[in-house]
């Protein structure tokens, strides 16, 4: 980024905003180019234009122009390093976000796009999509809980299920098994995956996650998902009471979450996805300083970062017919219970 540091008398400050495609629509001597390759971009604040490159390519760019001469009427020369919107995850490789890394790629990875609308966000039934949708090995349970902020979820949710809702979902899966009073009926058993419990013997959930929490590898892959928790058991008799009783061998917890890049607009301009550059994105504390500081001084502040938005991953679909949405699930994990049956009546 040498060519950032020059003498302030003879370079103009440089603006961050995104670069998307072929045609261009100016506003005060910025561009937003719309076409083949969604970028970054950064431009001067006089009216010069990045746009794409020789294979219709468009830039995510950090540009440095000197002032002419006023002799030369070619205009000023604009020096542009190029960066990709699919070079995101290489830097959250950089950062120690492996998890985040690896979900992006799985997403950018994807032919053709699909664009995951709002009943499909809350589809029970996954295992009808193809496979290219659905994703169950990046994301562990033993990860998750290696992160303290989504410990209150887990512990709440594996010891307090036992809710009226709980106990309605739990009837709804027992009848759609084949129960009625007096016939033995099994949940859970024969379940070897999150996607299976989902449509079977899940019955309660929590919510982890906030804006608020800490930017790290599990904010870039999650930052708010379900821990979703199935029960393993059969019903039975009491011995004490002659009651029917739906009798816990296990209760499972899970996570999912649906990695999609469809935020209401008004979410997207407010919070985004972080301010990036090839080394990193900007901490919360560094993202306060950049959207308070003046525009034109932000590029000069913050050499070489520029703003990541959902939409920006939306029109990437568009112009490449590129990248897909998908569910994510984690493992099963299979605990004690801490109540030994609930009674079904």
């Known amino acids: 980024m040498a060519d950032q540091q020059q003498d302030a008398t003879r370079a103009w400050p440089v603006v961050a905003f995104f670069v998307l495609g072929r045609g261009a629509i100016h506003f005060k001597g910025m561009a937003i180019v719309l ?41 000023a020369v604009v020096k542009v390093d190029q960066m990709y919107l699919d070079e995101i995850p290489g830097v959250m490789d950089k950062m120690g976000w492996r998890v985040s890394a690896a979900l992006m790629r799985r997403w950018f990875a994807t032919k053709p796009a699909w664009v995951m609308g709002a009943e ?45 809702a709980g106990r309605r979902e739990l009837m709804k899966r027992l009848r759609a098994a084949g129960w009625k009073p007096g016939v033995r009926t099994k949940l ?96 919360k504390a560094e993202m306060a300083a950049y959207v308070s500081a003046p525009v034109p001084f932000r590029a000069a502040r913050f050499p070489g970062f520029v703003p990541l938005r959902n939409v920006d991953f939306r029109r990437w679909q568009q112009a490449r017919n590129e990248g897909g949405d998908f569910y994510v699930f984690s493992d099963i994990l299979w605990i004690e219970p801490h109540i030994d049956h609930v009674p079904l009546a």
């Open 35 to 75: 076409g083949v390759r969604a970028s970054l971009a950064c431009c001067a604040m006089h009216p010069l234009m990045g746009g794409a490159n020789g294979n219709g390519d468009s830039i995510m760019s950090i540009a440095t122009s000197n002032l002419s001469p006023k002799n030369n009427r070619q205009g």
């Open 120 to 164: 499909d966000r809350v589809e029970a039934d996954v295992l009808k999509h193809p496979a290219s949708r659905v994703d169950n090995r990046l994301i562990t349970m033993k990860w998750l809980l290696g992160h303290e902020s989504v410990l209150p979820a887990f512990d709440e949710l594996s010891s307090a299920w036992d809710t009226a």
């Open 188 to 283: 859970g058993y024969g379940v070897t995956n999150a996607m299976q419990a989902e449509t079977t013997c899940q019955v309660n959930y929590s919510i982890f996650g906030a804006y608020r929490d800490t930017f790290n590898d599990l904010f870039g892959a999650i930052n708010k998902g379900l821990f979703k928790l199935a029960l393993k058991g059969q019903t039975t008799e009491s011995p004490i009471t002659g009651r029917e009783v739906f009798e816990i061998h296990k209760i499972g917890i899970y996570c999912r979450d649906t990695y999609d890049f469809g935020a209401d607009w008004w979410v997207d301009s407010a919070f985004g996805l972080g301010v990036w550059s090839r080394d990193r994105c900007l901490s």
